[in-house]
């Protein structure tokens, strides 16, 4: 039975790991990237097709020592590539390095490469071509300490990229982790949702697509493992129509979204729209620091600014102050759940934190906090 690997940003991995077994998948290590499940190829297609907090399905095919770019070459001409690729196909090599006898990470792709177009112009007289930007099928092989592990990915693209953002702003949250995050909250998808400083919205398209029960794979064109000789058609084939018949309009509640900067509800709106759940959210215009609630009772989740690629510093002192003024003002007994990327800024609040995650946002090192409003 294959054990395939499902990656995600750090900090996010009990997270995913939860969604895998709510799928029914049977998980089994978790690690700092993600984790591994084992199962059918029907369990790698319901992963790709369901899984929101996923960057990445892949299927490892090969474990080995190798300390010379020779030994190298003999491990990976075991493995089968022609289960993956024909000759008309394109692919392309990742490779990863650390600490091993073998420094240089081209090297180590080429060699992969090597062994594929050998082991193909063998077979049939030619050979699959190399394409870094759109390959149908990628691997990749990462070295540690002298012990290597290639993969072959799945997915294709990015399962974060769901392909609604049309529009962006500064330092756009990706999707899988707005989707990491709220289920990381506790959201009962019955609580309404404020999100304060929207920006493109992404907290609460996600959210909404959670209420519909849009499966994010739904918004992929095609995935790698469709490519695969050795994988039937019809796996695929039935996921999707299961997907796609659980879509709803989802619980008759409302999701909120403001923002002071025009161009960001702009943004905001049309990816709604094209996400196909604009009528599920409701976005305005108005500044954090005045808002009053448009709901009795509802949680807040937000992405506020924490001065990372974003400037204007100077600013970020009064905001949050004058931001926490008005929590304690108009939300009492609310739940604010923000993520934070400097806790410089968050020592402004004044609030008590009951809970705190690590968290990768694009490379900043930030903390999903939790904070009760009494």
């Not at 594929?116 to 990462?142: C, E, M, T, W, Y």
């Amino acid at each position: 039975m294959p054990v395939f690997y499902a990656s995600t940003s750090r900090g996010l991995s009990e997270a995913l790991a939860d969604e895998l077994k709510s799928f029914d998948l049977k998980v089994g290590k978790v690690d700092k990237q993600g984790c591994s499940f084992e199962g059918p190829w029907a369990d790698c297609a319901k992963a790709n097709l369901r899984s929101r907090i996923a960057t990445r399905i892949s299927l490892p095919i090969l474990d080995f020592p190798a300390y010379k770019v020779e030994e190298l070459y003999d491990n990976v001409k075991k493995h089968d590539f022609t289960r993956y690729l024909t000759p008309k196909m394109t692919f392309s090599i990742k490779a990863k390095l650390n600490d091993c006898a073998i420094t240089d990470q081209r090297i180590l792709a080429m060699k992969v490469k090597d062994v594929i177009a050998d082991q193909f112009n063998d077979k049939f007289g030619v050979r699959p071509s190399v394409d870094k930007k759109l390959p149908n099928v990628r691997f990749f092989i990462f070295g540690s300490k002298n012990e290597y592990r290639l993969s072959v990915d799945t997915s294709g693209h990015s399962l974060s990229q769901r392909g609604y953002r049309g529009e962006t702003v500064e330092a756009p949250m990706r999707e899988h982790v707005a989707a990491g995050l709220l289920r990381l909250s506790g959201w009962d998808m019955k609580t309404p949702l404020v999100d304060p400083m929207c920006g493109s919205g992404t907290l609460l398209i996600e959210a909404a697509l959670m209420l519909k029960s849009v499966s994010p794979g739904t918004f992929h064109k095609k995935f790698s493992f469709q490519h695969f000789e050795h994988v039937p058609p019809e796996l695929f084939d039935d996921e999707i129509e299961k997907v796609l018949a659980e879509e709803a309009e989802g619980p008759d509640i409302k999701l909120y979204g403001f923002d002071k900067v025009g161009l960001n509800l702009k943004a905001a709106t049309a990816n709604a729209e094209e996400a196909g759940v604009g009528h599920l959210i409701e976005f305005k215009k108005a500044n954090a620091v005045t808002l009053e609630p448009p709901v009795a009772d509802g949680m807040i989740v937000t992405n506020p600014p924490y001065g990372v690629r974003l400037g204007d510093e100077f600013f970020l002192e009064e905001l949050y102050k004058d931001w926490a003024h008005n929590l304690k003002k108009n939300f009492s007994g609310w739940h604010v759940w923000m993520l934070s990327g400097d806790p410089k800024w968050t020592q402004f609040l004044r609030l008590k934190a009951e809970k705190r995650y690590p968290i990768d946002n694009g490379g900043v090192d930030c903390r999903w906090i939790h904070y009760r409003i009494k």
